[in-house]
């Protein structure tokens, strides 16, 4: 969010928690003008609604993440327990070829970049199937290398590739709710002017003067750009 939005947001809540004091809620709550309240409670739904895109755009990218993140462990983890069992098993057939293309240690598996991760992952799933599947496939299975142990690797792979995927779509929505705060910021701001040429009703005494002084006091934020 931009921080001129931001400062506007700002000026939203405080101009709220203005109107919120006791000593003024005793002038305009159940008092004359109706209408009064009315704008006030509509202000405080744009408000809330603004809060929540607010939200949603931020959650949007970092809940992405964190869930990327947490499918790439479990990739990883997957990766190093199936290459491990393929190893040993290559190794002991004398398959140095086969072995040496998942013989790496966890921090191997975590140097990887993404797509190398994902495509070392399937061929590893490949080479594992071919194996289960076999002329040796009761000897693979000695070694753990079973339909079972491949679809944990399998399923861990799937998760992290459609993981991958989801970026655009992530960003495509983040740039959807960017686009659509200005206007919705713009839609509470002419709610609060409502309030402004209403709360002029309250003038005339020295806690209407105080209040009107008070409301219009709230809406100046501190600028909060760098």
Same mark, same amino acid.
């Given at each position: 969010? $931009?921080?001129?939005?931001?400062?506007?947001?700002?000026?939203?809540? *405080?101009?709220?928690?203005?109107?919120?004091? /006791?000593?003024?809620?005793?002038?305009?709550?159940?008092?004359? /003008?109706?209408?009064?309240? @009315?704008?006030?409670? =509509?202000? %405080?739904?744009?408000?809330?609604?603004?809060?929540?895109?607010? #939200?949603?755009?931020?959650?949007?990218?970092? #809940?992405?993440?964190?869930?990327?993140? &947490?499918?790439?462990?479990?990739?990883?983890? =997957?990766?190093?327990?199936?290459?491990?069992?393929?190893?040993?098993? !290559?190794?002991?057939?004398?398959? @140095? *070829?086969?072995?040496?293309?998942?013989?790496?240690?966890?921090? !191997?598996?975590? $140097?990887?970049?993404?797509?190398?991760?994902?495509?070392?992952?399937?061929?590893?799933?490949? +080479?594992?199937?071919?194996?289960?599947?076999?002329?040796?496939?009761? =000897?693979?299975?000695?070694?753990?290398?079973? /339909? =079972?142990?491949?679809?944990?690797?399998?399923?861990?792979? @799937?998760?992290? @590739?459609?993981?991958?995927?989801?970026?655009?779509?992530?960003?495509?929505?983040?740039?959807?709710?960017? $686009?659509?705060?200005?206007? $919705?910021?713009?839609?509470?701001?002419?709610?609060? %002017?409502?309030?402004?040429?209403?709360? %002029?009703?309250?003038?005339?005494?020295?806690?209407? +003067?105080?209040?009107?002084?008070?409301?219009?006091?709230?809406?100046?934020?501190?600028? &909060?750009?760098?």
């Amino acid at each position: 969010m $931009k921080d001129f939005l931001a400062n506007q947001f700002e000026s939203y809540r *405080t101009r709220l928690a203005c109107l919120d004091r /006791p000593a003024h809620r005793a002038l305009w709550e159940n008092r004359p /003008p109706a209408k009064f309240a @009315e704008k006030v409670a =509509e202000a %405080r739904a744009l408000t809330e609604a603004l809060a929540k895109t607010i #939200g949603q755009q931020g959650a949007t990218i970092t #809940g992405h993440a964190a869930d990327k993140r &947490r499918k790439r462990r479990a990739l990883e983890t =997957e990766a190093h327990k199936v290459g491990g069992l393929v190893v040993v098993f !290559a190794r002991d057939r004398r398959s @140095e *070829t086969l072995a040496a293309k998942y013989d790496l240690t966890p921090n !191997a598996w975590r $140097k990887l970049r993404d797509e190398a991760l994902h495509q070392r992952a399937l061929l590893l799933r490949e +080479d594992a199937a071919s194996l289960a599947a076999g002329p040796d496939a009761a =000897e693979a299975a000695g070694y753990g290398i079973t /339909p =079972e142990t491949i679809a944990g690797l399998a399923g861990a792979s @799937e998760a992290f @590739e459609a993981v991958m995927a989801a970026p655009l779509a992530a960003r495509s929505r983040r740039h959807a709710l960017t $686009k659509a705060l200005p206007e $919705k910021s713009r839609e509470v701001r002419r709610k609060f %002017r409502e309030i402004e040429a209403l709360i %002029r009703f309250h003038s005339g005494t020295p806690e209407g +003067d105080a209040f009107i002084a008070a409301y219009r006091l709230s809406g100046q934020v501190v600028d &909060r750009g760098g």
